[in-house]
């Protein structure tokens, strides 16, 4: 609760959960008590058992009564592996947003080819695929490789990049990239972990970062990576190391 309440503060507003996660639950009760406007991002998990329509908003509803929500935004399929394929699990989301109850619908962990499968199927329903979200970070960047990001700018698509941080690695052990990281912190005076959040999100406005953090004061830090912009040299800087 009190980390809930710090992130609103410092001026985060966006909680990413996902019904595997066990943490509908009690972020649910922290929305109980601190009533601020939030968006919340949730995820069905596309087990093989869940073919029907009924098994899908039997989902989306466990997911709103945990969370004490009428409405998710957006609400992803959180794999695209299932018996139905990506066509079908876009016709069965594309249900539930007809329900009115999730306000964007978004897939993750979806390769650039399932991306532009699903977005051609939500297209038949008059739906705009929202978001993809991949796991990206400066240490992890596959999707500049694979496709996923080109995607994105292609299909006007949010990219919400998970382990941001690469689960917290980003600190120095005397890698190239943790002394390029460091001497752009220092001469900043920001922290590595700022430095490797802002240029993540230098990379692309669609880019959003929700890093995890169970105390409050490394959330305060990594909401200090936004409001400022790495120069055209440090990026290029951190380009160098990592290539
Ligand atoms: N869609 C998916 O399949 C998927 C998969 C994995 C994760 N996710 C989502 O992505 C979120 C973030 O991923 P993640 O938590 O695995 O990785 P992460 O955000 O890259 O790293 C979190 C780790 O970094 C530490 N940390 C946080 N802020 C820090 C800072 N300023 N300096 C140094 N260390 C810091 C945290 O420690 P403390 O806890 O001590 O603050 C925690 O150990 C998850 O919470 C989840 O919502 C989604």
Redesign the pocket.
Known sequence: MPVFGAAIDAGANLF???EV?RSEKPLGECMRRDRRSVHIVT?FAPYPTRLSARSFHKALDGSLSRLGTETIDPYLI??PFSPLGVSRLMDRFAEIARAGKVRAIGV??FSASQMFVAAKRLERHGIALAAN?V?Y?IVHRDSEQNGVLEACRKLDVALIA???????R??QDGSPLDKALAEIARAREK?I?QVGLNWLLSKDERIVA??????AE?LR??VGAVGWTLSNEEVAALEQVTR
């Open positions: 990413d959960t996902a996660y995820k959180h794999f993750s962990n979200e796991q970070s998970y382990r941001p941080l690469s689960g917290g980003n600190r922290t972990a929700i890093p995890g953090a169970t105390g490394h830090e990594n």
